[in-house]
C-alpha cells in the first residue's frame, strides 16, 4: 500500500510534534518574566550589596528559575523524542533524529536561559 501526503504528513508530525513544546512555551514564559512576576517571587539575579559594601550572596533567583525550566522541558523533550525514535525505520536514520534532537534542544534551552536572563 502506497503512502499519501497525508499519512506521511501524520508520521512526520506524529515524530517531530515535541520540537514545538519550545516555541509553544516561548511566549507565555516569556510574558511572565517580562511582567517581573518570577523576580517579585524569586528575587533578581542582580548582585546585592550590604549597607557597609559587602556582597549578599543570592542563593536561588530568577535566573536560577528560568535555567532550571528550559532544561526540564529540554529533557522533556529528549525523553519524547526517545519514545517517538521507534516511528523511524532504519539506525542510522534513529541515531541522526536522536542527535538533532539532542543537540538542538540544549541549544534552544542555553539560548532561551540568555535571553531571559535579569541583569
Not at 548582585?47 to 536561588?60: A, R, S
Request: glycine letters at 4%.
Amino acid at each position: 500500500m502506497k503512502m499519501t501526503t497525508f499519512d506521511r504528513l501524520q508520521k512526520f508530525f506524529r515524530t517531530y510534534w515535541q520540537t514545538l513544546i519550545f516555541p509553544a512555551l516561548y511566549f507565555p514564559y516569556r510574558m511572565i518574566n517580562d511582567h517581573r512576576v518570577i523576580v517579585d517571587w524569586l528575587g533578581c539575579g542582580c548582585p546585592k550589596f550590604d549597607e557597609q559594601g559587602l556582597y549578599i550572596e543570592n542563593d536561588f533567583n530568577a535566573n536560577n528559575f528560568t535555567s532550571m525550566f528550559w532544561t526540564i522541558i529540554a529533557v522533556n523533550v529528549i525523553s519524547i523524542s526517545l519514545y517517538n525514535v521507534k516511528n523511524l525505520s532504519k539506525w542510522r536514520y534513529r541515531v541522526i533524529y536522536m542527535t538533532t534532537i539532542t543537540i538542538g534542544s540544549i541549544f534552544m534551552a542555553i539560548r532561551f536561559c540568555y535571553l531571559m536572563q535579569w541583569n
